[in-house]
């Protein structure tokens, strides 16, 4: 009975995220410094049709920044990155966030796996790790740092062998290549800073940020 209520558990989460990661094609990754920034932000998403946002666990502000736009905006699905243990992926979720991300993959997280409660997307970057989390059940992977792991020919070859992954392509991707890496069958969508870089966080350049976040809405997965 335990065994089975797990499964079906598990199940929802898969079904979830694949909702989550359909939202949009690429997944603002943000880095907050400063709490104030989180309404403009938010605003200058939804308005332009991005209804998503992963914000990373990389600054001592992300669970404030979380929390402030998970109650702020009940439209936008926040998402919290750069997870690394279950305590953060545990916080994070108090927070307010609806899934996590990891850069990869340890015991802990391993081990707590079913247990954070959202959908959770873990990093990789080999076969070896893919088919580990395949044989786990997990179908909706992170590929990171993805230019650098082998990029857009990695996943090429590694569709025909594992059909049955769908990945969410972060690190190295922007406005020239975001198009040749969404024309892959095993990718669902991309993360990154392709719609609001720190640097135009920081000018609070919000108007860039819209048309950014627009011409995004705008990309179509090649399925």
Known sequence: MLKWVGELIAWRQLM??????GLSPVIPVVKFSNLEHCSPLGEALLSSGIRIIEVT?????ALQAINKLSLEFPELTVGAGTILSAKNALD???????????PGMNSDLEKNLAGIGVPFLPGTSSVTEMMKLLE????????????????IEFLKAIHPVLPGLKFCPTGGIDKNNVMDWLALPNVICVGGSLIAPDKLVQDENWEEIRKRASWVSGLKLAS
Do not use: C, Q, W
């Open 57 to 61: 666990l990389r600054s001592d502000i």
């Open 16 to 21: 979830e995220m694949n909702k989550i990661l």
């Open 136 to 151: 786990k059940g997990v179908t909706y992977l992170k590929f990171f740092p993805a230019a650098s792991s082998g990029g």
């Open 92 to 102: 994070a979720v108090e927070n307010g966030a609806r899934f996590v991300v990891s």
